[in-house]
């Protein structure tokens, strides 16, 4: 995945199988998705649950995303999604260090785990697999994208959220490397951390970093929701000439692709970890099939939104998505 | 001098066609009594949640994390009603919480403690960083709230540079030996001959326990904890009856200090790994649970029995509310409710007793 | 005349106004001049407006020695009700406006209301409240940022007089003045700030203290609802995060300024100019690029230093003082 | 002309019966007092007669129409000014604005601060008070702030005025000040209710008496002149009430056990002398603000001291703080703020009486055991007759007089030697205060050196062997107590008065 603009990020693929593995009978297996609290990132999952209850004949699928960005919390509603009888789990985890301890627990009690949308951080996941975003592969994508926007050189400033969160450093790492390869022709500004918190927290900083520094810079890159909606505004506000590329595909952000406020978003692919992941984890939860390695990473894949595909980017994550469900197949081995 | 009053002075002094005053307050009836009424309540709301849904009951999915929960919250709640003993606040509960833990992982990842020794290392830093918030209050007199508030921010920034400088993931996940254990492992675990305890309360519970047991030693058997109460009713008052208010002061918050960091410990060890963010959780529970169990936020009055009381009824409203599949549009609103109504009704009962009271005259 | 100006110099207010002076002199040096140019000025007064008024909304209730921790949530409700009214309802902007301000006025009412009829301790109160709304404003929105409604809003929210004074800090200016009048000069505002000083000498002399408490709660709601009109006008849209960070900075304000937390006091322009050193603060940030992390220690420690300073002062001019005053507790109920 | 009538009135409290059946006439250019003991009920018929609280039975007629306030604003809109017994000023305002509060002068909307001033300067010319209306009422002085309350009374243009305690806190020479203006609204035509355990006083301006007891009216409107004050005092008591006859006591010859010797404090003291020996009872006296309460403080380490030295047991020391006093040199203080300093009102009064012994009872870790703290609290409250229902009773429910017993209490608990006594019977009722000066007595014959600090003239004369006045932070002399009241109360008068026989 080391070519900006449009294509699939298949870098992780390993693209050997045949097709999906057709699941028998879904109706003992309760599936809950379990993002880390309120997000719009998440809001594709819960429409995708109910498809996966219809589509796999699953005794039950829910949304919940009552955690509120408390890893504490989270192992609450996941212990109490338990105690009601869901056994398959597809879990965005609050703290990327702290999730193994909550995969282990639930695995211990035998039910079936997917990490979606994020992975653990170091290298073991404890999970059966991880169907993730390569986030710092998002990053340097989007740096990658943004660098061509600004055509090549000049300044370029990170926006992102929490700064000790291990996902956050991944992020940084992505742009980093995505600047270092154009051998100084791109200097990292800076990195402002911490204002994924609220929107006007972002606004501020936008505002602020525009106000003093506004003239040195050609590029904004940003990972994280808030200050993406926040410096598309800014950015277009001031009249400055500088290229803003965001981060997911929410209305407000492809409003901003269409009306050129945005150069480039890098959209994601939460519908596919919601069906694969249901699928896999039905796979699981009914005992049909197991993991051959359990704790696989998979990416699920990043896609560049430019004015040119806007409309037509969903396809080729559609497609990613069938890819995805192939590739899984042949990490399984079933009955 | 054993007894400077003389029978004349002792005779004049009695008046023995006076009546004795009446102690109000002294005579409320049992139900109005604000523990009793709390724990009425958390019983009733579990005898209701488990009517609903009987998996509240389940032991291990519901009771026991439920339990490792308000065991972790009651230390948190201890740990404010320390300072509102005397009539302060401490807003850094979470970061003192957090910055011991630093330490703690520190000492885990840098130094290679054992588990517990790594633990009294955490609440050393917490009582020494307790401290210096106390002493800043009390040497400079300025309010507690102002010198925590400042406080939690120096360490909301000082935190996040020592994790990204020391570790990859801002994070410590050395785990000392026994670290994972004492996540899962309950009462269940531990025998006596053939008795073992219940398989439904964590060991974690008995850190709470022993804090409890702690605080509340202190707080009714003790010089330092009648000091610490009498600073609360009155600084002027303790000052001029021999009390020295301002070691007093620093007592309390590094006492406050130290519980944040067991509470942080628990934390860290519920949910997995030392890191920068925890005890961001913890400054509004930190308040909850005291308050609702009777501890005066003007100083003066705790209740170390209603501390955990308040903090289990926040507790089992939550996971009742869970179980009962609640969504997050509806969550936050019902909880609020539940609070105020279970609150108007402690006071409707005041109300009823002082009623009562008077009739019977 | 003369004795007003003396014992003008020893209060709070002075020693903020040196401490904002020198920050901004400061501020000026550092940008060689840049923060002087229009575009630079009208970016820090933007972001005053609100903090200047969540931190007044903060500073009623503590007059009267109540608090209010749903200073946020109220906010945030009335700001997101706003937005879905004017973007998804079509209702007109100033209907919307209104009906959003009075929403907002009637929480605090509520707030109120709850406090007197119930006697139970505000801090909790405002707690239940809070997480009332925090349910109410997600409901009311979601997840999604709606950014849809009419321009006239957005141009209000960004207009300057001159380029330099944002309207939305005039009109913030505005509320801070009426407020110092209604509690300087009008029976109210003096019966509200008699109940903060001395409750007991206020119910004496035939105030009712519970009407105190309805007032400042009521206020309180109110002035929230001028602060989410303007920030509605002013952000990129309003989505469930407005008000998430409002608390401690509303706290902040007022305590900086001198308020006491058992009531009594009345310091509008303690709280205006607390809420122009914190904006020095983030004016810095970016000027110098400085991680969140420092600012954040920067902050604690001028929050400290200031206040140290100030206590300092009035120490060595009450000599005679012989008892270090007590430290002030949260006054809870007013009976 | 009855001007007010106050009939059979009740009031319940959860658990006492405060007022009942009390009838209360007030005439129209007369002053009346209302007498009784601590707790007997003045101060609540007072609060009926104000709207603060709702009676329970009875019923009030102000010029000849039944009246029912709600509120204290609706009594002092019908005329009724009050003086509460409580402190009550507001501390971020003016003096002019704490005067006019109840009914802020307007114009246009908003408070019209240039009539406050003018106005509030009438009122506080009219108590003779050289007050600026627009200064703090934070910067006053007790007296001050309790004259300024008076004029806050007045400000609502009453015809009836109720004072409850006025004098508690001033000088006599503030109060003569008081009183006159009570004469001339006497002469006005208005009424006056004048509640004070002083009976000096009482017989000085009253004109007519109720006595209450235990709630009850004993005496309604008695003309004051036929009755002697024993006699009223019997009526108070509810028996024979004798007078107080304290047994001879000598001061054994012995050093002093606190000498101060040319003594300047960080408050303005300078070049202050004085010698405590043990048994001996040396008094205090001076106006409202000569610095005598100052001085026992920076004794205590809470001033900084800045000359001279103190010696205690011909040691010279430096104390630091009230604990150094109490362990290391068994110095107490029993404070004039009984209610701020003295007690803790919300604690219990055994607590109250054990804090300066928990050091003592104290075992391995700071463990007191409660017996021992019962024990000792038990005897104390036996010793002084605290009337409780039991030590967990809170302090706070307490009469003044059963309060200051806990306040001192806690110093005999703590075995002091040397005991610095401010003001202890502001507002306690005779009988009490005679136990008191007993008390007093007795701890100075059981060989405790007591400084004792009172304004109370005839108190000071009963009880000092030696008078020390105070003037300006400055010792004005020294008269040795013939404990004759005429004599003696001219020598300290001529004293306070007399032209810097020190002052520079
Ligand atoms: N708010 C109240 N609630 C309950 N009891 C009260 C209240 N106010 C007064 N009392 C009780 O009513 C009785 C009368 O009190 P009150 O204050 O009227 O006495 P008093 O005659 O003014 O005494 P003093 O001379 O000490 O001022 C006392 O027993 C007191 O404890
Ligand atoms: N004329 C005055 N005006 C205002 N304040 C005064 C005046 N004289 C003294 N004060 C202040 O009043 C306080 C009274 O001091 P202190 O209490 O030591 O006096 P005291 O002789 O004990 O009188 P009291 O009877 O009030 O206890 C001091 O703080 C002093 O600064
Ligand atoms: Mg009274
Ligand atoms: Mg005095």
């Not at chain 1, 599936?31 to 796999?56: C, I, N, S």
């Not at chain 1, 939860?285 to 969903?314: E, L, R």
């Not at chain 3, 200016?173 to 109210?188: F, G, I, S, Y």
């Not at chain 4, 009102?345 to 870790?365: F, G, M």
Request: aromatic share 6%; glycine share 10%; net charge neutral.
């Amino acid at each position: 995945g080391d070519n900006a603009g449009g294509t699939s990020g298949d870098d992780a693929s390993t693209g050997t199988s045949t097709g999906p593995v057709t699941l028998k009978d879904g109706s003992k297996v309760k599936l809950a998705l379990v993002p880390g609290g309120a997000h719009p990132y998440f809001q594709p999952w819960k429409t995708t649950a109910a498809q996966d209850k219809t589509e796999f004949k699953l005794a039950d699928a829910t949304f919940n995303e009552t955690g509120e960005w408390d890893q504490g919390k989270q192992n609450n509603v996941l212990n109490s999604l338990a105690a009601q009888g869901y056994n398959a789990f597809g879990i965005f985890g609050v703290s990327p260090t702290d999730i193994n301890s909550t995969f282990e627990d639930l695995k211990a009690k035998g039910f079936a785990v997917g990490s979606l949308a994020s992975c653990p951080a170091g290298d073991t996941n404890s999970a059966d697999f991880c169907l993730s975003t390569d986030v710092e592969a998002a990053a340097y994508k989007a740096a990658k994208a943004a660098i061509e926007a600004m055509g090549g050189e000049g300044g370029l400033v990170h926006l992102t959220g929490n700064n000790v969160d291990s996902n956050t450093q991944r992020r940084i790492a992505g742009v980093r490397k995505a600047i270092a390869e154009t051998n100084g022709k791109v200097t990292e500004l800076s990195v402002i951390t911490d204002i994924d918190e609220d929107l006007q927290t972002a606004q501020k900083a936008v505002a602020d970093l525009l106000a003093s520094k506004g003239k040195d810079i050609k590029g904004i890159v940003t990972t994280a929701y808030n200050p993406a909606v926040a410096a598309a505004d800014g950015v277009a506000s001031s009249k400055l000439p500088i290229k803003v590329v965001a981060i997911d595909d929410d209305a407000k952000i492809l409003a901003g692709i269409k009306s050129g406020g945005v150069a480039a978003t890098v959209a994601q692919n939460p519908v596919g970890q919601a069906y694969v992941g249901g699928w896999l984890l039905a796979l699981l939860g009914s005992k049909q099939c197991t993991m051959k390695t359990p704790g696989v990473t998979v990416d699920s894949g990043s896609f560049i939104v430019t004015k040119a595909n806007v409309d037509s980017y969903d396809t080729e994550r559609k497609a990613k998505t069938v890819e995805l469900q192939k590739e899984f197949a042949a990490q399984l081995s079933c009955q | 001098m054993s007894a400077p009053v003389s029978e004349t002075a002792t005779a004049a002094l009695q008046e023995p066609d006076a009546p004795v005053e009446a102690p109000q307050g002294g005579r409320t009836p049992w139900w109005a009594n604000q523990r009793i009424g709390l724990l009425i309540l958390v019983v009733a709301l579990s005898a209701l949640f488990g009517v609903l849904r009987p998996a509240f009951f389940n032991q291990q999915l519901v009771v026991f994390p439920l339990l490792r929960d308000i065991a972790m919250f009651t230390v948190v709640g201890l740990a404010q009603l320390c300072v509102l003993s005397i009539g302060h606040m401490n807003l850094a509960v979470g970061r003192m919480a957090a910055f011991s833990m630093m330490i703690t992982g520190i000492s885990y990842d840098l130094w290679h403690f054992s588990l517990y020794a790594g633990l009294l290392v955490g609440l050393v830093a917490g009582a020494a960083i307790g401290a210096l918030a106390g002493w800043v209050i009390a040497r400079t007199g300025v309010n507690s709230f102002v010198v925590t508030l400042a406080l939690d921010f120096l360490l909301l920034g000082l935190i996040p540079l020592v994790y990204t400088a020391l570790t990859d993931n801002a994070a410590f996940v050395t785990k000392p030996p026994g670290m994972r254990e004492l996540r899962n492992y309950s009462l269940g675990d531990v025998c006596i001959g053939n008795v073992c305890g219940s398989p439904a309360v964590p060991q974690l519970t008995l850190f709470a326990v022993i804090a409890m047991a702690v605080v509340g030693w202190i707080y009714s058997r003790t010089k330092l904890g009648r000091e610490l109460l009498m600073t609360g009713t009155s600084v002027k008052a303790a000052e001029l009856s021999g009390i020295p208010t301002a070691r007093r002061v620093i007592t309390a918050h590094a006492m406050s200090g130290c519980l944040a960091a067991l509470a942080g410990f628990m934390l860290a060890v519920s949910t997995g790994s030392i890191k920068a963010t925890i005890g961001e959780e913890f400054m509004l529970p930190s308040f909850l649970g005291p308050i609702l169990g009777g501890t005066l936020l003007a100083g003066g009055f705790i209740s170390v029995w209603g501390t955990l009381l308040g903090t289990a009824l926040t507790s089992v409203i939550r996971k009742g509310l869970d179980l009962l599949g609640v969504g997050l549009e509806s969550l936050n609103i019902y909880l609020g409710l539940i609070l105020l109504v279970a609150l108007s009704t402690d006071r409707i009962r005041t109300v009823l007793s002082d009623r009562q009271g008077v009739r019977k005259r | 005349m003369k004795r007003f100006a003396v014992r003008f110099a020893r209060t709070t207010e002075m020693t903020l106004l040196v401490i904002c002076v020198v920050f901004f002199v400061g501020l000026v040096i550092a940008s060689d001049g840049d923060l002087l140019a229009a575009n630079s000025l009208r970016v820090l007064l933007q972001f005053l407006a609100v903090p200047v008024l969540i931190g007044l909304a903060q500073m009623v209730v503590l007059a009267v020695g109540q608090l209010n921790l749903a200073v946020g949530a109220i906010g945030g409700f009335a700001a997101v009700s706003m937005g879905v009214l004017m973007a998804e309802h079509g209702v007109p902007v100033f209907v919307a406006l209104l009906i959003g301000f009075l929403l907002a006025t009637v929480a605090g009412l509520v707030n109120g209301l709850l406090v007197v009829l119930t006697r139970i301790n505000g801090f909790i109160v405002t707690l239940a409240t809070m997480t009332v709304l925090l349910g109410v404003q997600y409901r009311v929105v979601g997840t999604r940022t709606v950014d849809d409604y009419p321009q006239s809003v957005k141009s209000f929210g960004s207009h300057a007089v001159f380029g330099v004074l944002p309207l939305i800090f005039l009109v913030a200016l505005v509320v801070a003045a009426l407020l110092a009048v209604m509690l300087r000069r009008t029976v109210p505002g003096r019966q509200l700030l008699a109940s903060g000083g001395n409750p007991i000498a206020a119910r004496l002399s035939g105030i009712s203290n519970d009407r105190s408490v309805i007032i400042a709660h009521t206020l309180s709601g109110a002035i929230l609802g001028v602060a989410a009109i303007l920030t509605v006008a002013s952000s990129p849209g309003v989505n469930k995060s407005i008000g998430g960070d409002w608390l401690l900075p509303s706290f902040a304000a007022p305590i900086i300024g001198g308020a006491l937390l058992t009531g009594g006091s009345a310091v509008v322009l303690g709280t205006v100019l607390a809420a122009f050193i914190v904006r020095f603060v983030d004016t810095a940030r970016a000027e110098f690029s400085l991680e969140p992390s420092w600012v954040n220690f920067v902050v604690g420690a001028v929050v400290l230093g200031s206040v140290v300073l100030g206590q300092l002062r009035s120490r060595r001019q009450e000599r005679r003082t012989v008892l270090k005053a007590p430290d002030a507790a949260v006054a809870g109920g007013v009976s | 002309m009855t001007l007010f009538l106050a009939d059979k009135v009740d009031k319940l409290f959860p658990g006492v019966r405060a007022l009942d059946g009390v009838t209360l006439k007030l005439e129209a250019g007369s002053v009346h007092a209302l007498l009784g003991e601590n707790g007997a009920g003045k101060s609540t018929l007072i609060k009926v007669i104000t709207g603060l609280y709702k009676p329970d039975g009875g019923r009030l007629v102000l010029d000849g129409s039944e009246v029912q306030f709600g509120s204290p604003h609706e009594s002092a809109s019908a005329g009724i000014g009050v003086v509460h017994q409580e402190r009550n000023l507001i501390p971020g305002f003016t003096v002019g604005e704490n005067i006019l509060l109840q009914k802020l002068p307007t114009s246009r909307g908003l408070v019209d601060r240039s009539a406050i001033r003018t106005e509030a300067a009438r009122w506080l010319a009219e108590l003779d008070l050289d007050l600026d209306p627009d200064q703090p009422v934070t910067e006053l002085s007790v007296a001050q702030a309790q004259l300024v309350e008076i004029a806050k009374a007045l400000s609502v243009e009453s015809r009836v005025l109720l004072l409850d305690e006025p004098t508690a806190s001033i000088t006599p020479n503030e109060a003569e000040r008081l009183f006159r203006v009570v004469a001339k609204l006497k002469n006005d035509g208005r009424a006056v209710l004048f509640v004070s355990h002083k009976l000096e006083e009482v017989f000085q301006i009253c004109d007519t008496v109720t006595v209450l007891r235990d709630g009850a009216s004993v005496l309604e409107s008695g003309p004051l002149g036929d009755l002697t004050r024993d006699q009223v005092v019997d009526l108070m008591v509810g028996r024979v009430h004798e007078a107080l006859a304290l047994p001879a006591r000598t001061v054994p010859a012995a050093d002093p056990l606190l000498e101060l010797s040319g003594v300047g404090t960080a408050s303005g003291h300078a070049d202050v002398d004085l010698s405590v020996r043990p048994g001996e009872i040396v008094g205090l006296y001076g106006l409202v603000g000569a610095g005598r309460s100052e001085l026992a403080k920076a004794l205590l380490g809470l001033d900084r001291i800045t000359a001279g030295e103190v010696r205690v047991r011909g040691q010279a020391v430096r104390i630091r703080n009230v604990r150094d006093a109490l362990r290391n040199h068994k110095i107490g203080y029993v404070t004039e703020n009984r209610k701020e300093e003295g007690v803790f009102l919300e604690q219990s009064v055994s607590r109250n009486i054990a804090v300066t012994v928990w050091d003592r009872l104290r075992k391995v870790l700071g463990y007191v055991p409660a017996k021992a703290e019962a024990a000792m609290v038990a005897e104390y409250v036996e010793q002084l007759g605290i009337r409780i229902a039991s030590p967990a009773q809170l302090t706070g429910t307490l009469s003044g007089g059963n309060q200051q017993k806990v306040s001192l209490a806690k110093w005999l608990a703590a075995k002091t030697e040397i005991l610095i006594i401010d003001e202890p019977t502001v507002g306690i009722d005779v009988r009490t205060k005679d136990a008191f000066h007993t008390l007093i007595w007795d701890l100075a014959a059981n060989g405790l050196a007591i400084l004792l600090i009172t304004s109370d003239l005839p108190e000071m004369i009963t009880l000092a062997d030696r008078v020390v006045v105070m003037r300006d932070h400055r010792v004005q002399g020294e008269v040795a107590n013939d404990h004759d009241y005429d004599t003696m109360s001219q020598r300290v008068i001529r004293l306070i008065h007399a032209e810097g026989t020190t002052a520079a």
